[in-house]
């Protein structure tokens, strides 16, 4: 890279939602400032999302091992797709890979402390079936200090939006998960916390998955014609998971579709699907509007919540959202500072590329609750 004015990076993702590969390329010049080149996404078929769902859900051995190569190989080819279509290839790939399993809670097994998290994601033949150098597996590293592996975004929020912050500011990404990154403005913005609030689509998506009734609710539409159930909103949220303080993590392990049964097994009627959505999306809702409340710990309200994910093209999940939020905090999407809502995790992943590209940490202990600051990632060359 010697003499070169910039770095490009390709930063790919595929989320806990499981259902297509997202690819931005991003441009890094010698002061370290990004450009966002181009923005794609490469859909699962029916048999890759039910692949990966049940890789989600529930993988042997043989899965574990074979997926890792299956993922790299649908890596590779959203790469194929993306550089068909015209779009300038990078000069390394920044590659997140599918999440199985996270476990950040200690546990002892023969009175040996362990935390653990997996990224199903084969690295060298990724590199090799696209001629391009791979950084991936990000979260090991902020483990082995003693940090939760998660969320990593925050790092990547502070350097894309935190000069852009006029006010106090709060992004959220709702995918799968929901977490939540808060930032004090100033000459010198800062990160004062980061966390999951909790679900954020899963549930939901299970729902619908359930019943036949597609994979996602599009626009919120048959949440929006539902009744929620406030007891059952009320007893989901009394989980401990909730009143937990930062730094705290989670993921399909802890909220997955056994939910829906706990759900279904606290009715005296069952829930009609309308109605089952409307309470789930304001389980989201809520468990968001709690993180925010509890922000105000870190800084000054009124301030902008920031949207971005799937959750954002939700319309009925963001006005149920900015209601519940109404003069505590001004909800927008990531659009309005420039960032596309779809691109932002796969950004995410490019800046922390780079980051390791320039041998620097790429972790927030105040979001992770590591011990130190650590360069996150391992480079799989051609």
């Given at each position: 890279?010697?003499?070169?004015?910039?770095?490009?990076?390709?930063?790919?993702?595929?989320?806990?939602?499981?259902?297509?590969?997202?690819?931005?390329?991003?441009?890094?010049?010698?002061?370290?400032?990004?450009?966002?080149?181009?923005?794609?996404?490469?859909?699962?078929?029916?048999?890759?999302?039910?692949?990966?769902?049940?890789?989600m859900?529930?993988?042997?051995?043989?899965?574990?091992?074979?997926g890792?190569?299956?993922?790299?190989?649908?890596?590779?080819?959203?790469?194929?797709?993306?550089?068909?279509?015209?779009?300038?290839?990078?000069?390394?790939?920044?590659?997140?890979?599918?999440?199985?399993?996270?476990?950040?809670?200690?546990?002892?097994?023969?009175?040996?402390?362990?935390?653990?998290?997996?990224?199903?994601?084969?690295?060298?033949?990724?590199?090799?079936?696209?001629?391009?150098?791979?950084?991936?597996?990000?979260?090991?590293?902020?483990?082995?200090?003693?940090?939760?592996?998660?969320?990593?975004?925050?790092?990547?929020?502070?350097y894309?939006?935190?000069?852009?912050?006029?006010?106090?500011?709060?992004?959220?990404?709702?995918?799968?998960?929901?977490?939540?990154?808060?930032?004090?403005?100033?000459?010198?913005?800062?990160?004062?916390?980061?966390?999951?609030?909790?679900?954020?689509n899963?549930?939901?998506?299970?729902?619908?998955?359930?019943?036949?009734?597609?994979?996602?609710?599009?626009?919120?539409?048959?949440?929006?014609?539902?009744?929620?159930?406030r007891?059952?909103?009320?007893?989901?949220?009394?989980?401990?998971?909730?009143?937990?303080?930062?730094?705290?993590?989670?993921?399909?392990?802890?909220?997955?579709?056994?939910?829906?049964?706990?759900?279904?097994?606290?009715?005296?009627?069952?829930?009609?699907?309308?109605?089952?959505?409307?309470?789930?999306?304001?389980?989201?809702?809520?468990?968001?509007?709690?993180?925010?409340?509890?922000?105000a710990?870190?800084?000054?309200f009124?301030?902008?919540?920031?949207?971005?994910?799937?959750?954002?093209?939700?319309?009925?999940?963001?006005?149920?959202?900015?209601?519940?939020?109404?003069?505590?905090?001004?909800?927008?999407?990531?659009?309005?500072?420039?960032?596309?809502?779809m691109a932002?995790?796969?950004?995410?992943?490019?800046?922390?590329?780079?980051?390791?590209?320039?041998?620097?940490?790429?972790?927030?202990?105040?979001?992770?609750?590591?011990?130190?600051?650590?360069?996150?990632?391992?480079?799989?060359?051609?």
């Open positions: 890279m010697a003499g070169r004015s910039a770095v490009k990076i390709l930063g790919m993702m595929s989320g806990t939602s499981g259902d297509a590969i997202d690819g931005v390329l991003m441009s890094f010049d010698r002061s370290g400032a990004g450009e966002l080149l181009w923005f794609d996404s490469c859909s699962f078929s029916t048999a890759e999302f039910a692949r990966i769902q049940k890789l859900r529930a993988a042997d051995s043989r899965e574990v091992t074979l890792a190569s299956y993922i790299a190989e649908l890596y590779a080819r959203a790469c194929q797709q993306f550089f068909a279509a015209g779009h300038e290839k990078p000069d390394y790939i920044a590659a997140h890979g599918q999440t199985i399993y996270h476990h950040p809670q200690p546990v002892d097994w023969d009175g040996i402390t362990l935390t653990g998290t997996l990224q199903l994601l084969n690295g060298s033949l990724l590199a090799q079936r696209t001629g391009i150098p791979v950084i991936c597996n990000f979260r090991e590293a902020d483990m082995a200090v003693g940090g939760q592996g998660a969320p990593l975004v925050p790092f990547a929020d502070l894309l939006f935190g000069k852009k912050a006029k006010r106090d500011l709060m992004l959220l990404n709702i995918g799968g998960m929901a977490n939540i990154s808060v930032i004090r403005s100033g000459r010198r913005p800062e990160m004062a916390c980061a966390f999951d609030t909790g679900p954020g899963v549930l939901m998506d299970a729902a619908m998955q359930r019943a036949g009734l597609g994979n996602y609710d599009r626009d919120g539409c048959l949440a929006a014609s539902g009744r929620s159930n007891e059952t909103v009320a007893r989901f949220l009394s989980d401990p998971y909730f009143a937990a303080p930062p730094p705290k993590s989670t993921g399909r392990e802890y909220f997955n579709s056994e939910r829906l049964a706990q759900i279904d097994a606290w009715q005296s009627e069952a829930l009609s699907p309308a109605d089952l959505l409307s309470t789930l999306l304001d389980i989201t809702v809520a468990s968001i509007e709690a993180a925010v409340r509890a922000a710990a870190y800084i000054r009124p301030a902008d919540l920031v949207v971005a994910g799937g959750g954002a093209l939700n319309s009925e999940l963001m006005r149920r959202l900015a209601s519940r939020l109404s003069g505590l905090a001004e909800v927008k999407t990531s659009e309005a500072l420039g960032v596309p809502v932002k995790e796969a950004m995410a992943f490019a800046v922390l590329g780079y980051a390791f590209v320039k041998r620097l940490p790429g972790n927030l202990p105040a979001a992770t609750g590591a011990g130190r600051e650590v360069i996150l990632g391992e480079l799989h060359p051609v």
